[in-house]
């Protein structure tokens, strides 16, 4: 591997101090931060040749120029889904031809790599002042009385997404290389989840909770199997702390007794949730998914005298809960 070349400030700086006389190979060395033999090697060749340039190489020339280069660079940086025969195609309409291993080479250089496009949602300028306000003013707020909430859906069999694997070629065909399908894609499952800051909440799968296990995670369905553990797992908390008082001992308990309850409502699933990891004073967070502003669900909310969180539309990103399923 080719070494670093010296700039000519370098070599003129190594020049001038030899001159000086101050000091010897190895202490111009140590305070350019260079070899000692480089050292006696620039000083040589000045004397010999009076030059600090590098001599003219031999072999193939680069096959592009500064402003090529320039050029290539500047459209990838204009957009970066320009492909290299799209820039191949700028490059002739200027009269040059250059290969696309040549461009990319170029890129390379530059310490451009092609990676795979990550997806992400398209947020309204009006969506995204609303998100910035949202956590402006909720900077300082109590957070430690959210229990967070989100559904998701878990594959029983792989994930939806496609797979790498490391393979030679003609290797493809082998089994150890190959990911295996079966029919319906394997089957997946809806799952309720919650959490707090003091820890996390009992899952509810929606499929087991519900008798039609094709039918859809809508409004009925959440006030009627979903609602049920916020309030048991916030009273939970309360017995967690030491003087805890006894009406909130009283809450636990009758919490605990709806939790026992194999098929309890979906209102008695979010009171035992909140219940266990918050307390009696805990506000919901729940997204925009239509079941949860749907009107029957907000009525429902209202009799319960629940404290819900304003959320922001398209703000998945906000929810430490929703983050946790993504990752997992």
Known sequence: MRSKELSMQVKGAII?????????????????GVATSTVWYIQRKKESSGELSNAKRPGRPRKTTVVDDGRIISMVKRNPFTTANQVNNTLQEGGGSISKSTIKRRLHECRYRGNTARCKPLISLKNRMARLDFAKKHLKMFWKNILWTDETKINLYQNDGQRKVWRR????????HTTSSVKHGGGSVMVWACMAASGTGTPVFIDDVTQDRSSPMNSEVFRDR??????VNAALSAQIQVN???????????????QIQ??????VQIQVNAAKLIGRRFIIQMDNDPKHPAKATQEFIKAKKWNILEWPSQSPDLNPLSISLVED
């Open 226 to 231: 979903l609602s049920a553990q916020i309030q």
């Open 244 to 258: 805890a008082a006894p009406s909130a001992q009283i809450q636990v308990n009758a919490a605990l007794s709806a």
């Open 169 to 176: 070629r003609g290797e493809a065909p082998d089994p150890k």
């Open 16 to 32: 001038k101090l030899r001159k000086q006389k101050k000091t010897m190979k190895p202490e111009t060395a140590t305070v350019l």
């Open 262 to 267: 194999v098929n309890a409502a979906p209102s």
